[in-house]
């Protein structure tokens, strides 16, 4: 899969204001951080430009999508061979994960990845807990670049535990 064209593409929806801003925090972001896992998709929490209602619509990146040749399948879109799912930021957790990602390269595309700390909070919210979650948070917390004052107190702040 071309994980690079894909990211490449997520930075021209961001250039072209489709996106506002985003952080990758599925399985290609722990690539950054530890070991690679095995990840079909590319996962991507996103800011949105404001719709000026109460309700979050993804048809703008359809739209984009399907201008660029990407067509849908399910809740993926398909860039560049790569299924992209957008996920518009559901909580104060995912604004920070966002708001706090670090730029780091990837093949020569510049990608903002959401920080190991985050990653791991993320997984272990209510509802995103899985066997497959388990396992990357286990990885991301023997990892010894984590910063466990910055996930203790991000954890804190969201009433999560591990």
Same mark, same amino acid.
């Given at each position: 899969?071309?994980?690079?064209?894909?990211?490449?593409?997520?930075?021209?929806?961001?250039?072209?204001?489709?996106?506002?801003?985003?952080?990758?925090?599925?399985?290609?972001?722990?690539?950054?951080?530890? *070991?690679?896992?095995? &990840?079909? /998709?590319?996962?991507?929490?996103?800011?949105?430009?404001?719709?000026?209602?109460? #309700? =979050?619509? !993804?048809?703008?990146?359809?739209?984009?999508?399907?201008?660029?040749?990407?067509?849908?399948?399910?809740?993926?879109?398909?860039?560049e061979g790569v299924p992209a799912q957008f996920l518009p930021s559901p909580s104060k957790l995912?604004?920070?994960?966002? *708001?706090?990602?670090? &730029?780091? /390269?990837?093949?020569?595309?510049?990608?903002?990845?959401?920080?190991?700390?985050? #990653? =791991?909070? !993320?997984?272990?919210?209510?509802?995103?807990?899985?066997?497959?979650?388990?396992?990357?948070?286990?990885?991301?917390?023997?990892?010894?670049?984590?910063?466990?004052?910055?996930?203790?107190?991000?954890?804190?702040?969201?009433?999560?535990?591990?």
């Amino acid at each position: 899969m071309a994980f690079a064209d894909a990211l490449r593409a997520l930075n021209t929806m961001k250039a072209d204001g489709v996106i506002q801003e985003y952080a990758v925090a599925g399985g290609l972001a722990l690539v950054f951080w530890t *070991e690679p896992v095995a &990840t079909y /998709d590319l996962g991507v929490l996103v800011f949105l430009p404001s719709a000026g209602g109460p #309700l =979050v619509s !993804l048809e703008s990146i359809y739209r984009w999508a399907s201008a660029h040749g990407y067509r849908a399948d399910r809740e993926h879109i398909l860039i560049e061979g790569v299924p992209a799912q957008f996920l518009p930021s559901p909580s104060k957790l995912a604004d920070e994960a966002i *708001e706090t990602a670090e &730029t780091l /390269d990837y093949q020569g595309v510049p990608t903002r990845v959401a920080l190991p700390e985050y #990653l =791991v909070a !993320l997984y272990l919210q209510p509802g995103a807990r899985s066997a497959k979650r388990r396992e990357r948070v286990a990885m991301l917390l023997e990892w010894r670049g984590l910063n466990r004052n910055r996930l203790d107190a991000i954890l804190d702040r969201h009433g999560l535990s591990l």
